[in-house]
Every structure is written in structure tokens, then in C-alpha cells.
């Protein structure tokens, strides 16, 4: 019986999921970039001081924290003719793209004048950022109402990114293909704004036929029924704050941003330290161009496994599973002394393997909660639970960048010479150890996550009904468009 309700439920067409994977080549071409060399860049190509870098990096977040929210309500509140989440993707889309060629140019400046450029190009660049990615994530909730396709759904979109992955394996040499030096990290910098705009206006084009004017009334007639209403009434200030509250009510919502934060943060560091560890550690930064390569490969078989192992077990099994499993080979390397590079692209390729799945599974979880939460309250926060998710995605990837240069900085790092022991060992630390007790956090909070994918499923069914519901009373008004 729960599989032929399951049928009546919408679903995505392939062309439509394809457009969605698009969303994961626009927001990781800069994301994956930066989170392997853009503490690097700071320090060793624009010059800033490590403590001057990390505190960047980590004041960025406070802004985030800040507009993030504001972007949900605003996003999850707009009607135009086209649509709810589009206008910001077509309209922003070009900003974030001048905002990326900001970040990686090197105008010369006075030191004191570069410290504020550079805090002034990343902070505008994350502010921008959000209002792309967050109205951009929040498609994903309204085009497929069918929990175990969400899986595919993200999958697809996972296994784009491995253009992006590739673009960062081989990004030192497409720099020194670009000019080189200062001028050749500028120059790429517009290669990846010009592609992000592209790919965001893709998304925007082909989710026009779910994200429409419609939605929002046949959501607004919804959450009147829920408060016992015949209309929806305008909503005060008041309103809106004590629907912010309610989002961020949503335990099942705050694991997840938990979840993200933790993985986000492992990833982030093991990236963000890379350069460090093959430059000073081995002495053989070509090498990154090898382990990196290979391990986008295996990365890309992550996304192709995940609806195969949420089949299996479902999405909240499945992801304990592969985060335990990912911790395993990181912890065997430090116990081989002086890895050759066959040794460490083998380990490397089987972590980005296990990590492929979890951050698949990860960004499929969202629509659950989104559920989650319109079943109890009524009201489909997708953007703001969007924006929470995208702020523990921020402050991950934040402290990964930060956290490998206030340490090694701390400790007397100085850039472009042998380092000491002690720096060297902390980079040890931090590539290999420090990832795996972050795994540890996804898997505390995954067991305390209590949606599974039969009660996703339920959830999802019984939405359905309200939202006919809704639509036939909205037929029954006349209005249209």
C-alpha cells in the first residue's frame, strides 16, 4: 500500500536531475578550489601573515552567521513571475563570479592595504556566495517529493563535482598554464567566475518547471489550514521572527547542520593542509597533482554507490557506515613512515571513496528535514534550513582552512622555507589524525538522527495529501499566475 502511494508522490525527470547536478559544478568550483589552496595563496603567493590569514577566514563566519538566516526567510518569502528561488540564481550569479576573480587577484598595495582587500574581496565573496547557494540548495526540496530519489537526486548532482575536483587536481599547473605567479592565480580566477555564472544560470533555466509563482500559494493555503485560518493573513515582523524560531526547533534540522559542520571541517582541513604536508613534510608538491587526480576519480564512484547503499540500509545506516569507514585509511597512514606516492594516492583514493558517500547522503538528508518540518509546523522553511545547513557548511570549511594555519603559524611556520620538527609534526596531525575524530562527531550525530527513510517516506506521503488539497482549493478560486 506505502508503494503505490509512493507512486503518486512527484518525481524528477532525468533532464531535471541533470540540471540540478549542475549545482554542484557552479558551488564546488570555487569551494573545492579554496579549500585546497586558498590558506596557501594567502600565505605564500599574497603574502599575508598565517595569523592574519586564519583570522580571515574565521571573521567571515560571524557575517555568515548573520546573513545567512536573513537569506532563508527572504528567499523562502519571495513571488515573482519567475518563481521563488530563480531570480536569485539569474540575478547574483555574475556578482559571485566578479567576487571569485576578487579573492585570487593581487593588486599592489601597501601590506596594510592588502590586509584590507583581502578581507574585504573573501567577506563580499562569502556574503554573495550565500545568495546563490542557499535559494540554489533549496530547489532540491520542491523538484522530487520521493525520499529515495533525493539520494539519486544528490548523487547525480555529487558525481558533477567531479569537474570542479578535477579542476583542482590539475589547478597548479592550469595557474602556471594561466601566466603564473600572482598574474596567473588572478587570471584563473576569472576561469572559475565566468563558469560559476554559467552554471547557475543552467540550474535556473531548467528548475522553471517546479519553482513557479503557483508553489507559493498552494504553500500559503497550507499554512493557513494549519493555523486554522480560512486566509493566510499578512505576516508582521513578529511573525516571521517566531518562524525563524520554530525552523531552528527542528532537532532532526540541527543534527544534520551538525553532521555538516563535522564532515565539512574533516574534509576541509585534510584539503587546506595538503600543500603544507607535501611541500614541507615530503618535499614533493608535484606529487599532489597524482594523489589529487586519482582520488577524484574514486570521489566520483562515492555518488555512483549511493543509491545502491540506501537501498540497502537507507540514508541514516548508510552514512554511519561510511563515515567509520572513511576514518580507517587516514589513521593507517600514520603509521607508514615516509609514504611513497603510490602509498599515499591508494589511501588517499579509498578515504575520498567513503567521503563521496557521506557528503552524497548528507545533502540528501535535507529534504527529509525540510519535511520534517513543514509536518509539524505547516510552514516549508526551505531556505532557512537551507541557510542553517549552509552555515555549518561555512564554519566547516572556515575552520578547516583556519585551524591548519593558526596552529602551524603558532607554532613559527614561516613560508617558503624547511620548517621546524615541531611544525612538521603538526602537520602530520592535522592531515591524518584530525580528520578522523571529526568523522567520529558525524557518526555521534548520525545515531542521534531519528528519520529514517520509512518515516521520510510517510511524512512525504502525507504532505502530498495536504498539498492536493491545496491545489484544488486554489483551482477553485480561479486564480492563476
Known amino acids: 500500500m506505502a508503494q503505490q502511494q509512493a507512486t503518486k508522490l512527484r518525481k524528477a525527470s532525468l533532464i531535471e536531475m541533470l540540471g540540478f547536478g549542475f549545482v554542484g559544478i557552479g558551488s564546488n568550483i570555487p569551494f573545492v578550489f579554496m579549500g585546497s589552496y586558498l590558506s596557501f595563496f594567502y600565505t605564500d603567493i599574497f603574502g599575508l601573515a598565517p595569523a592574519i590569514a586564519s583570522g580571515l577566514m574565521l571573521a567571515s563566519k560571524i557575517v555568515d552567521a548573520i546573513i545567512d538566516p536573513f537569506i532563508g526567510v527572504v528567499a523562502d518569502r519571495v513571488n515573482t513571475k519567475f518563481g521563488r528561488y530563480r531570480p536569485f540564481l539569474i540575478v547574483m550569479a555574475p556578482f559571485w563570479g566578479v567576487c571569485i576573480w576578487a579573492v585570487f587577484s593581487t593588486p599592489a598595495l601597501d601590506p596594510t592595504l592588502k590586509v584590507i582587500y583581502a578581507c574585504a574581496a573573501y567577506i563580499l565573496y562569502v556574503i554573495i556566495s550565500s545568495f546563490v547557494i542557499i535559494p540554489a540548495n533549496s530547489l532540491a526540496s520542491i523538484i522530487t517529493e520521493v525520499p529515495k530519489q533525493r539520494s539519486t537526486v544528490q548523487a547525480i548532482r555529487q558525481g558533477c563535482a567531479v569537474i570542479p575536483q578535477l579542476m583542482s587536481a590539475f589547478a597548479l599547473p592550469l595557474v602556471e598554464l594561466c601566466g603564473g605567479g600572482q598574474q596567473g592565480w588572478s587570471n584563473y580566477g576569472i576561469i572559475m567566475g565566468a563558469a560559476v555564472c554559467l552554471c547557475y544560470w543552467a540550474v535556473a533555466w531548467t528548475a522553471r518547471t517546479y519553482d513557479t509563482p503557483q508553489l507559493a500559494q498552494v504553500e500559503a493555503i497550507e499554512a493557513s489550514k494549519e493555523e486554522g485560518v480560512s486566509h493566510k493573513k499578512k505576516e508582521t515582523f513578529g511573525d516571521i521572527v517566531r518562524s525563524t524560531i520554530d525552523t531552528f526547533k527542528n532537532r532532526e534540522l540541527l543534527l544534520l547542520s551538525g553532521i555538516f559542520f563535522a564532515s565539512l571541517a574533516s574534509t576541509g582541513l585534510s584539503g587546506a593542509i595538503n600543500m603544507y604536508y607535501f611541500t614541507y613534510v615530503l618535499?614533493?608538491?608535484?606529487?599532489?597533482?597524482?594523489?589529487?587526480?586519482?582520488?577524484?576519480?574514486?570521489?566520483?564512484?562515492?555518488?555512483?554507490?549511493?543509491?545502491?547503499?540506501?537501498?540497502?540500509?537507507?540514508?541514516?545506516?548508510?552514512?554511519?557506515?561510511?563515515?567509520?569507514?572513511?576514518?580507517?585509511?587516514?589513521?593507517?597512514?600514520?603509521?607508514?613512515?615516509?609514504?611513497?606516492?603510490?602509498?599515499?594516492?591508494?589511501?588517499?583514493?579509498?578515504?575520498?571513496?567513503?567521503?563521496?558517500?557521506?557528503?552524497?547522503?548528507?545533502?540528501?538528508?535535507?529534504p527529509d528535514v525540510v519535511d520534517w518540518g513543514e509536518y509539524n509546523t505547516?510552514?516549508?522553511?526551505?531556505?532557512?534550513?537551507?541557510?542553517?545547513?549552509?552555515?555549518?557548511?561555512?564554519?566547516?570549511?572556515?575552520l578547516g582552512q583556519a585551524l591548519p594555519v593558526a596552529v602551524i603559524g603558532a607554532l613559527g611556520y614561516v613560508a617558503n622555507q624547511a620548517q621546524t620538527p615541531v611544525v612538521n609534526g603538526a602537520i602530520v596531525a592535522l592531515r591524518w589524525i584530525a580528520p578522523c575524530v571529526l568523522m567520529l562527531l558525524v557518526i555521534v550525530f548520525t545515531k542521534m538522527y531519528r528519520l529514517t527513510d520509512e518515516r521520510s517516506l510517510a511524512i512525504s506521503e502525507e504532505l502530498r495529501h495536504r498539498h492536493e488539497a491545496a491545489e484544488t482549493e486554489l483551482a477553485g478560486t480561479g486564480i492563476d499566475e
Open 283 to 366: 618535499g614533493h608538491q608535484e606529487w599532489i597533482v597524482a594523489t589529487t587526480a586519482f582520488g577524484v576519480v574514486t570521489a566520483l564512484l562515492g555518488p555512483v554507490l549511493t543509491p545502491i547503499v540506501t537501498n540497502l540500509w537507507g540514508k541514516r545506516r548508510s552514512m554511519m557506515i561510511f563515515a567509520a569507514a572513511a576514518i580507517v585509511p587516514n589513521l593507517l597512514v600514520v603509521f607508514i613512515p615516509n609514504p611513497s606516492v603510490t602509498i599515499l594516492t591508494l589511501f588517499i583514493s579509498i578515504a575520498n571513496l567513503f567521503n563521496g558517500v557521506v557528503g552524497t547522503l548528507m545533502w540528501a538528508m535535507i
Open 378 to 398: 505547516g510552514v516549508r522553511a526551505n531556505g532557512l534550513a537551507q541557510a542553517a545547513v549552509q552555515l555549518m557548511n561555512q564554519f566547516g570549511q572556515a
